[in-house]
């Protein structure tokens, strides 16, 4: 059927969601429609930049785009806030509506008052990025400002206190270097599955080097299923104390490097402490039991947390003490936790204790670090409002603000937030409902229309929260605009693409750049937001700003976007993270405040004397292994025994592309669960169950499976949330079941502690 | 043009992603339910929770990615009452639409459930290698598709070669290949089990069967 189609034109798109790659796309075009849609066939050889292969999520696009759930009007909400129900009204209607109510909301409360929320549903386009919504809010003086991100909140700032870096990872195609690599929660095969990014250079590396691989992890990743020479299942939230077993045995058999500890770190036994400190706080004195607690964290002490045989435990900690060098890394699922913090600082150790790091086929700990070219973004102009809440705290910045205060919640800028949200710009964004915590809580404080007064949602679906939206406004897909795309975070070559538009927009869509200039004209700064460019005007303009960075790039924008897809090999060899300073301590000085790795941090000292937390938190000067509040309590009965963490799916980039019925079909939803608790609970694979906790209920089909460990469950995260009459979610989505309570330090979310209960449910009537 | 094709895949790296499911759907149009390619998941191992409340394990899991494999022997063909399942003189096997009845024969009769009937047509349809990719020496788009670059094609012979136990080896859950002599080769998973084993079972049935 293929051979006698005859195709108008090819042209390159891209795939935008937040998955770490940018997947370059051919679309074949067909009497005005996508017809087919192929990956970089641009070929490979050594040495070369390979190809960039889409993964099934770029690749079922065609699917997506047109999809009956897409936004073709602009839409205005009618009865009540949630209910779902809308009429289709003009652009010219909707953007009135929203310039009048962003006037009267900046002159009520103030910027302050104004809110882009925390959004990554189109990302890695340079003009159709959020970015344009912080340029209009800034031209008109700015909004509240967010830190952190829903990612990586807690291993940033774990990074952060520990090297004074937020990355420091090496590349992971320096694993040809490794002797062992260790990786705790680290799933490239599910987070960084496309064949530009990190699983295809873990598979070049395995193949060169043949090195032994072991997956710490809950459950059984495909990771673990296609690389690794062997799980070690662990209880979530557990990592910490892992590492105190391991470092117990690494202290008492005399495998650290001491030499390292003495002259590149802060606080590893008394000799390294900070001068001002009590005895008894340093790294070796918890460990070994001479701390506070008095606790020997023994690998019997490790195993009764993690779930993990002591004489295992034992055994890494020599592979882990003998092989040198190691590659230690942590994916984001540790961190992503209630003490995500600790997790994070605890992984770090491994390498720190034996002196793995700033060395090819070491690490840091951290994730596998980048590689990239500094491509440049469209200017959004200064923020003049200097307040952050982190991104996480937003329902409170609705519902609580008074409470706010940097000490209890991480405020930035400000002691105390002034000045509630009341406004909201929502683009690309399943974060009002969907995507954070608790869904039925973050219902309850949407739906009062006298706090946050006026939410504005962009977007290409009918999404979960497109349906708390007052306007909502049909953007255009990627098939329907042009753009410029660089290569994304999860990738070690440089790249760009140039995006061509496909197809005429669908419906009434619009692009991000033409909504913001058309509530720029109503709000009088047209001109200063525009710069006198249309949409495809500011692609060629950045286009030629890249060719700043790459002068070899064609001098006509025409010439270049017939080439489409350009590339660049990582140059020489892998990056090593911390390398100078490894080398030259003194002279390279890393950016924390004694210059050195702060096993013992005595900013987090300061903070742990001076932060107000909530009974049950801590936060400690070294990387402790806390108990939390999502720990289940095993000494009593208890109504929801299980844990339950919420895996990345290869269905669909966090809620991203979760309507396509062929990734649907490929990998539907379903709730992974052991064998021992399934029986234990009369269910069967494939049977509906019922998982439930304090904040909701949620149905959904059962995988049972041995590759998850007994007494943990995992609900992939991002299943789109469809409340059922009885307002029982009918699709698995695990933000039923999360809590709004951040973590510690960070602020961050910590959607893999939860505790529920799982019990079979009856069919569907 | 190749004289005899076949599919080869690294099963050590095959994770399991399903691209090539994807990419095979959106080049052929297919329909819900009609899965030209299908990736079985393939685990197995038992759990034992020890006196002090940590377990220990031996689970073990791998993916195959699996289309019509072209078989040398193809039993769909014999099992065609109509003679529109036919091969061609490069061993690839095709249904023609002027001829089948829809009948299901072949589907019940090949054991990799290769041929998939097709609801609104009332035909089987099934994967023809995209033979005029291959024509006009392009690959086919699952090969081309695959991310990890598990998945591969080439000459029957220098594929059998290439892998050093050769097809003898393939692994459960896949038939014996004395059955149909599939034009497919498989670099085993370090966990492969034999097709007689007991151990494990398929772990995604709601993915790979008619819907």
């Avoid at chain 1, 897909?477 to 753009?483: A, K, L, N, R, V």
Wanted: aromatic content about 8%; hydrophobic content about 35%.
């Amino acid at each position: 059927m293929n051979a006698a189609q005859v195709f108008d034109k090819v042209v390159w798109s891209t795939c935008n969601v937040n998955c770490g790659s940018r997947c370059p796309l051919r679309l074949f075009v067909k009497e005005g429609k996508v017809v087919r849609v192929e990956p970089d066939n641009t070929g490979e050889e050594p040495g070369g930049p390979h190809e960039i292969r889409a993964c099934l999520r770029g690749r079922g696009l065609r699917r997506w785009v047109y999809s009956k759930e897409r936004l073709l009007h602009p839409l205005k909400r009618v009865g009540k806030r949630g209910e779902g129900h809308f009429e289709r009204i003009s652009w010219n209607r909707a953007l009135d509506t929203i310039a009048a109510q962003l006037s009267r909301i900046l002159e009520q409360y103030g910027n302050e008052a104004v809110f882009r929320i925390y959004g990554t549903g189109n990302l890695g386009g340079v003009v159709s990025s959020r970015d344009q919504l912080d340029r209009l809010m800034n031209l008109l003086g700015g909004r509240l400002d967010l830190h952190n991100s829903y990612s990586t909140a807690q291993i940033t700032h774990a990074m952060l206190y520990t090297y004074g870096a937020k990355q420091t990872g090496n590349n992971i195609s320096d694993l040809v270097n490794s002797k062992l690599a260790v990786l705790f929660g680290n799933n490239p095969a599910e987070t960084r599955m496309s064949g530009g990014g990190t699983i295809r250079d873990l598979v070049v590396a395995k193949q060169k080097n043949g090195l032994r691989i072991i997956v710490i992890d809950p459950r059984h990743t495909d990771t673990a299923a296609g690389f690794a020479d062997e799980w070690i299942p662990i209880r979530p939230g557990a990592d910490a104390a892992l590492v105190g077993g391991l470092a117990h045995v690494l202290i008492t058999e005399g495998l650290v490097d001491q030499d390292f500890l003495n002259s590149h770190c802060l606080g590893y036994d008394q000799g390294t402490m900070p001068a001002d400190i009590p005895p008894g706080n340093s790294y070796k004195d918890y460990i070994l039991g001479d701390g506070p607690d008095r606790i020997s964290k023994t690998p019997a002490w490790a195993a009764g947390i993690t779930g993990i045989p002591a004489r295992r435990i034992t055994q890494l900690a020599r592979e882990i003490g003998t092989a040198k060098p190691a590659y230690i890394s942590q994916g984001w699922g540790p961190q992503r936790h209630a003490a995500g913090e600790q997790s994070a600082r605890a992984i770090c150790m491994l390498p720190i204790l034996t002196g793995n790091l700033g060395v090819p086929g070491g690490n840091s700990g951290d994730r596998e670090g980048p590689f990239g070219i500094a491509f440049p973004g469209i200017p959004v102009g200064e923020n003049p409002v200097k307040t952050s809440i982190p991104c996480f705290m937003w329902t409170k910045a609705i519902d609580d603000p008074d409470n706010l205060t940097a000490l209890n919640s991480g405020l930035l800028g400000k002691e105390r937030l002034e000045t509630p949200i009341k406004f909201i710009w929502s683009f690309a964004s399943n974060t009002l409902i969907n995507q954070h915590s608790d869904i039925n809580r973050t219902k309850d404080i949407l739906s009062d229309e006298k706090k946050c007064e006026m939410i504005v949602a962009i977007d290409n679906m009918m999404t979960a929260s497109g349906r708390f939206a007052d306007i909502l406004l049909p953007a255009t897909s990627s098939f329907e605009e042009s753009d410029l795309c660089y290569q994304s975070y999860g990738m070690e070559l440089g790249a760009l693409i140039l995006r061509q538009k496909a197809i005429e927009p669908l419906g009434e869509c619009r692009t991000l750049f033409d909504i913001c200039a058309q509530v720029a004209e109503r709000m009088g700064v047209a001109e200063e937001f525009t710069e006198g460019r249309s949409n495809d005007q500011w692609v060629e303009h950045m286009y030629h700003q890249c060719r700043r960075v790459k002068p070899e790039l064609p001098e006509d924008y025409r010439d270049a976007v017939k080439t489409g897809l350009f590339k660049w090999a990582r140059p020489g060899e892998p990056y090593v993270g911390l390398r100078k300073f490894r080398d030259d301590p003194v002279r390279h000085p890393l950016k924390t405040p004694s210059g050195k790795i702060e096993i013992f941090s005595p900013r987090l000292w300061h903070m742990a004397q001076t932060w107000e937390l909530p009974a049950g938190d801590v936060i400690t000067a070294l990387p402790e292994y806390h108990s939390t509040w999502g720990d289940p309590d095993v000494s009593q009965a208890t109504p929801y025994p299980l844990q339950c963490v919420g895996h990345h799916y290869k269905q669909r980039t966090h809620s991203s592309y979760a309507n396509n019925p062929w990734l649907e079909e490929a990998a539907p939803q379903m709730v992974w669960i052991n064998p021992l608790d399934a029986r234990q609970r009369g269910i069967s694979h494939g049977d509906r169950v019922r998982i439930f906790n304090q904040f909701g209920h949620t149905l959904v089909r059962a995988k049972v499976t041995p590759r998850i460990m007994p007494g943990v469950l995992s609900l992939p995260q991002g299943a789109w949330h469809h409340a059922g009459p009885d307002g029982v979610d009918q699709n698995g989505c695990i933000n039923v079941l999360t809590s709004q309570r951040p973590s510690p330090v960070a602020k961050g979310n910590p959607q893999h502690t939860n505790l529920v209960q799982a019990e079979k449910a009856g069919e569907e009537q | 043009m190749l004289k005899r094709p076949a599919f080869f895949l690294d099963a050590q790296i095959c994770t399991g992603c399903k691209t090539c499911m994807i990419a095979c759907k959106d080049k052929n149009n297919l329909p819900m339910g009609v899965r030209w390619r299908r990736v079985v998941e393939f685990a197995g191992g038992d759990w034992v929770r020890l006196e002090d409340g940590t377990f220990s394990q031996n689970v073990f899991a791998y993916y195959i990615s699996v289309s019509c494999n072209h078989c040398r022997d193809p039993i769909c063909v014999q099992a065609c009452p109509s003679t529109a399942m036919y091969q061609d003189g490069h061993g690839i096997v095709t249904v023609d639409p002027q001829k089948c009845l829809g009948c299901r024969y072949c589907e019940w009769a090949c054991p990799y459930s290769a041929p998939q009937f097709d609801q609104a047509l009332g035909q089987m349809t099934k994967c023809d290698f995209c033979r005029e990719e291959l024509e006009q020496g392009g690959l086919p788009t699952c090969v081309a598709a695959c991310p990890t670059r598990a998945l591969q094609f080439g000459e029957y012979d220098q594929l059998e070669q290439a892998v050093r136990h050769g097809f003898g080896l393939l692994m459960a859950p896949l038939p014996p290949p004395v059955l149909t002599e599939p034009n497919f080769i498989l670099a085993p998973h370090r966990d492969a089990k034999s097709e007689q084993t007991r151990t494990g079972a398929i772990c995604n049935p709601e993915e790979v069967k008619d819907a």
